[in-house]
């Protein structure tokens, strides 16, 4: 049922021409395919990867509570300016990823930049802590938005019982895992459907509060900058609220590998995304203070509800089941992109060989797609997820600020590399600096979170000595890792 990959193509840098203690050699570049092996297909056009990256990006977040960013901020029109700096900023970040993407066409995402300029310890360093913590949490609290919503019309009167949610969101998790594992051409369908209903639902919320600002109804955004003064404190705060609403933008450079023509195809498909969700954000922000206030958007526990009751009425019903839609596309968005991670460590020897085996006649990376279930059930029902979510939400932004410095640092070391595509330096320069900047601001205003993120973060160093380096395991455990 299953079979170990063969590589098809991957960048032709120093780290993956050889083989070295503990990790697997990857092909050369060159190679390809033979007749008759498994491989994943090139099945992600230019509209299924706009869909990747939209469905991942719009979440739960913009309709339910952008308050975190006006509650830092203290003013509707600097909340506007972060919103629209931080979408700025997002598309500095995908056009670097995308500079990434043409030039190494591997699959894997951060994990593959990061082990093509640093080497094999940062890169399992990001492995092990995406696979253990952040995606089983990150999904177990996007699906857990699903099942809340997707039961609201159901509870209209009533709190909706913890343990429903709960077991609502078991059946969307495995779902998605079922979907993923079974054909990439439906996931990426459903999903090009979900990114539909997503848009549709800012639609929703746009076209009313446009209809809002023709009659008038401009008296939340008079004396706009006036209110609470941004504190040093908040303002990293309301940044790291704006990047989370944003990320996703990376997802597409997971799946490099199954992407049809991706020097064209990644940076257009990166900018068109990039534009859309900047331009979507910050109007359905305005749209939201043309009929409520900032203190009032401050007590709503859901701004797109609280927004549809007032000016929809009944339709204001299909609020939660358009945001529970929009919660199951970034579930299946994520899914979908960071099996590719696990599939291409296993790949290069960080992680057990059956990740990276696919499955004959699905061609999909089953294994990588089903070890993340146990982990997501296990977070979903014992977990405290959203403090897990804030001690690591920094080592996010840390790694995603060493690629974008490690596309600074190839220019120099291997400034004959291929490049499809090039950003100007200052926006790799920016980018990385920003990120680096929110994470040491980070460990400023919250030091205990941030602390124990990054002692959690830290364990992947004995991790890698121990399952990878070492080479005298026992027989058994070196069966276990597939060595």
Same mark, same amino acid.
């Given at each position: ?260 023509? %991706?020097?064209?195809? =990644? ?6 995304? &990039? *534009?859309?969700?900047?331009?979507? !954000?910050? +109007?359905? #922000? ?80 089953? %294994?990588?797609?089903? =070890? ?6 296990? &977070? *979903?029902?014992?977990?405290?997820? !959203?403090? +897990?979510? #804030? ?93």
């Amino acid at each position: 049922m299953l079979r170990k990959a063969t590589v098809t193509t991957v960048s032709n840098g120093s780290y993956l021409q050889g083989q070295a203690n503990g990790r697997l050699p990857s092909m050369d570049s060159r190679q390809t395919a033979q007749a008759g092996k498994v491989v994943l297909k090139k099945k992600v056009t230019l509209l299924r990867g706009i869909s990747i990256i939209i469905g991942t990006i719009i979440g739960a977040g913009i309709f339910i509570s952008p308050k975190g960013i006006l509650k830092n901020t203290g003013s509707v029109g600097m909340s506007l300016t972060v919103w629209t700096v931080c979408g700025i900023l997002s598309l500095f970040g995908a056009l670097c990823y995308a500079e990434l993407g043409t030039c190494i066409k591997k699959s894997g995402g951060h994990y593959t930049y990061i082990l093509e300029a640093f080497g094999p310890l940062p890169a399992f360093v990001r492995v092990w802590v995406e696979l253990l913590i952040i995606r089983p949490a990150a999904t177990a609290v996007i699906s857990l938005a699903f099942g809340r919503y997707i039961l609201e019309p159901f509870f209209m009167q009533c709190e909706i019982p913890e343990l429903a949610i709960k077991l609502i969101t078991a059946v969307g998790i495995t779902l998605v895992m079922v979907l993923n594992s079974t054909s990439v051409s439906w996931s990426a369908r459903i999903q090009i459907f979900l990114t539909f209903c997503k848009l549709v639902a800012i639609l929703i919320i746009i076209v009313p509060g446009v209809i809002q600002l023709i009659k008038g109804e401009t008296q939340h955004f008079k004396n706009a900058f006036s209110g609470n003064d941004a504190s040093v404190m908040g303002l990293p705060l309301a940044f790291y609220s704006g990047m989370y609403a944003y990320s996703g933008w990376f997802y597409l450079n997971f799946v490099t590998e199954e992407v049809e023509n %991706p020097e064209k195809n =990644v940076p257009l498909a990166i900018c068109i995304s &990039m *534009l859309i969700v900047t331009v979507g !954000y910050v +109007l359905t #922000n305005v749209a939201y203070f043309t009929t409520i206030s900032a203190g009032e958007l401050l007590l709503s526990k859901a701004v797109a509800v609280t927004f549809a009751e007032r000016l929809m009425g009944n339709f204001s019903l299909a609020v939660p089941v358009l945001v529970a839609l929009s919660c199951f596309g970034s579930m299946n968005g994520g899914i979908f992109a960071v099996s590719r991670m696990f599939f291409v460590a296993s790949r290069e020897g960080h992680l057990p060989e059956i990740l990276s085996m696919i499955h004959v006649r699905k061609h999909t990376p089953l %294994p990588a797609v089903i =070890v993340l279930h146990p982990l997501t059930m296990i &977070m *979903l029902f014992n977990g405290d997820l !959203y403090s +897990l979510l #804030n001690f690591l939400s920094f080592a996010r932004w840390l790694f995603i600020g060493l690629v974008v410095a490690g596309l600074i640092y190839l220019r120099y070391k291997r400034p004959d590399m291929p490049r499809p595509f090039k950003v100007p330096l200052f926006i790799p320069a920016l980018f990385s600096f920003t990120c680096l900047f929110m994470v040491a601001l980070s460990l400023y205003s919250d030091p205990v979170n941030t602390g124990i993120g990054f002692a959690i973060t830290l364990t992947g160093v004995p991790a890698y000595y121990l399952f990878i380096v070492w080479d005298k395991k026992p027989k058994r455990f070196r069966k276990l890792l597939g060595k």
